[in-house]
């Protein structure tokens, strides 16, 4: 949780040094996103409008989002709110409503903005602004002293390093990783991402409302976590031209496990709720999983060419 610094102020419009970082995150996402375009052979035009249309998803799921969820949401639509993960949701599903009647333009244009997006969510992570952590031991790596001296988790600033070590872990792997060649694909990669920050939502201390006993930002996370390991579950079952019992029970473990990391959620055991869900991601999403199944692939293709 960045501390706000206004640097000045112009009518009444603050300009501060989390709004100028948020704008040059947002620049650069944008500037990362368009090249990927161009290399993919997407037109300019259309992966400019794609963007304004994530974009403007981005804003709109965000602000609803803050009043739906948020008991104490104070209604100005200017000024109100921090930036959640329903702004995350909004920005792709602004992606599928511009790409509505062609699923396979939305595909192409996902692979073009996810994995800038990824670094951009750190951003926003870092930068966010919002509700004080959980009270926590004094002298804490992560945490911050409020008002009245209390040391208080600092949630956000956790989570933000969490996916920028991920992406730093995926580029030495992908570097150095000879076998299994390791290739960095953007839905593993999302999928690793929300697993690392999920747990770590129970350090805030919150006034969203609540769904299962979950509350409801996390509940969100946790559903589309579900979503998305279920998504790579099947895209890897597709490529296996004979999977293993060890690949099924791997991935079949991994989805009933998150499912069960839902009661962690309901409260404040962040340590549970990464052994039930971070855990069982990684294991199902490791490269080293690869080698599971190379012995497997090979002898298919012995049959199949024989």
């Known amino acids: 949780m960045m501390p706000q610094i206004v640097l000045f102020s112009i009518g009444g419009l603050s300009v501060s040094v989390r709004g100028l970082l948020m704008l040059a995150?947002?620049?650069?996402?944008?500037?990362?996103?368009?090249?990927?375009?161009?290399?993919?052979g997407v037109k300019p035009e259309k992966a400019a409008c794609a963007l304004i249309c994530g974009l403007s998803g981005m804003v709109l799921l965000w602000k609803l989002g803050y009043f739906a969820a948020e008991k104490n949401a104070v209604?100005?639509?200017?000024?109100?709110?921090?930036?959640?993960?329903?702004?995350?949701?909004?920005?792709?599903?602004?992606?599928?409503?511009?790409c509505l009647k062609s699923a396979k333009a939305y595909r192409r244009l996902f692979h073009v903005t996810a994995p800038a997006f990824v670094p951009f969510a750190a951003a926003c992570c870092l930068l966010r602004?919002?509700?004080?952590?959980?009270?926590?031991?004094?002298?804490?790596?992560?945490s911050y002293s409020d008002a009245y001296g209390l040391s208080r988790w600092n949630a956000p600033l956790l989570q933000g390093t969490l996916i920028l070590l991920l992406l730093a872990a995926a580029y030495l792997l992908k570097r150095f990783l000879k076998k299994p060649t390791f290739k960095i694909s953007a839905l593993p990669l999302m999928t690793a991402a929300l697993s690392l920050i999920v747990p770590f939502e129970l350090m805030r201390d919150t006034s969203y409302r609540r769904w299962l006993g979950i509350p409801l930002e996390a509940f969100t996370m946790w559903i589309t976590l579900l979503a998305l390991y279920a998504a790579c579950a099947l895209k890897r079952l597709k490529s296996e031209q004979q999977?293993?019992?060890?690949?099924?029970?791997v991935r079949l473990y991994g989805f009933v496990s998150i499912l069960l990391g839902g009661f962690a959620l309901r409260g404040t055991h962040a340590i549970l709720a990464v052994l039930l869900i971070t855990l069982p991601v990684f294991a199902a999403l490791s490269p080293f999983d690869a080698c599971l199944h190379?012995?497997?692939?090979?002898?298919?293709?012995?049959?199949?060419?024989s």
């Open 25 to 40: 995150s947002l620049s650069l996402f944008a500037f990362t996103a368009m090249q990927n375009a161009k290399r993919k």
């Open 75 to 98: 209604k100005n639509v200017l000024s109100s709110g921090e930036m959640s993960f329903w702004g995350f949701l909004g920005f792709f599903a602004g992606l599928r409503l511009y």
């Open 243 to 249: 999977p293993t019992g060890a690949f099924l029970s």
């Open 294 to 305: 190379l012995k497997g692939r090979r002898k298919a293709r012995k049959r199949r060419f």
């Open 129 to 142: 602004d919002g509700a004080a952590g959980l009270p926590a031991f004094r002298g804490a790596l992560f």
